[in-house]
């Protein structure tokens, strides 16, 4: 019942892909408290009109609670020659207990501060996270929504999803799907051909060191599957846990 209950609501989002960065990775609702991790991301796109973006981050979290974890990390993008340098804080909360319910429940903030061009505008992304199993299938799928404010904004608020499913296969390597993308103004979407969606395999995995020392990843190459969207995306995380 509950695998149906978020195919349903899976199905409503379109299911494709696409949000804001190129290295955007798919958020999971749970928390450990104590837990401190190194956090590697990078991403790299093909665009329409054959331009490169890339996108990377280095990034350091804790969990501060039970129910909060805390990270802030520094982003570098670029498009060609155009680079931007930028300063991020997110916090995650945790809101039902792991495994409680049917569906794990969580909440993602996210606020952006450009540091290298003053005329970007700040962004600030929140909305729910949602997880559930049933075997070996883990299954997530997010709901966001970001605004920029500041300097040169004026768009409204929009509204992306995420999605993912993977089966456990082995500590070191499962597989799956995920998918990231954009509709538009939240509460009018854009035409189908101007909306992002994106979506390809993913792999992940974990590796333990001792010590409560944990290697974990996780990649994905998305396709685009709208005429905005890039031809194709490579994202990947490495997080070194301890």
Not at 130 to 146: A, D, P, R, V
Request: glycine share 10%; net charge negative; hydrophobic share 35%.
């Amino acid at each position: 019942m509950k695998f149906r209950t978020l195919l349903l609501c899976l199905g409503a989002l379109n299911i494709s892909a696409a949000f804001a960065g190129v290295a955007d990775y798919v958020y999971t609702p749970n928390v450990v408290a104590g837990e401190r991790e190194i956090d590697f991301k990078y991403g790299s796109a093909k665009q329409k009109d054959g331009t490169q973006a890339q996108v990377s981050s280095l990034g350091f979290g804790y969990g501060a609670s039970d129910s909060w974890f805390t990270e802030v990390y520094l982003k570098h993008e670029s498009v060609d020659s155009d680079k931007l340098t930028i300063a991020e804080w997110e916090n995650k909360f945790q809101l039902t207990e792991t495994g409680k319910y049917p569906v794990d429940v969580g909440l993602i903030t996210e606020f952006e501060a450009p540091t290298s061009n003053t005329n970007e505008p700040y962004e600030f992304k929140f909305g729910p996270l949602f997880q559930t199993e049933f075997g070996k299938i883990q299954l997530n799928g997010n709901l966001l929504f970001e605004r920029k404010f500041g300097r040169g904004a004026g768009a409204p608020t929009e509204f992306g999803y995420q999605w993912q499913a993977k089966y456990r296969w082995k500590t070191a390597l499962d597989f799956g799907v995920q998918s990231i993308g954009e509709l538009g103004k939240w509460n009018d979407w854009d035409k189908q051909d101007q909306q992002f969606h994106r979506i390809g395999p993913a792999v992940f995995g974990k590796f333990w060191l001792g010590n409560r020392q944990v290697i974990q990843y996780n990649a994905a190459w998305l396709i685009g599957t709208s005429n905005a969207a890039p031809d194709h995306t490579f994202r990947m995380q490495v997080e070194y846990e301890f």
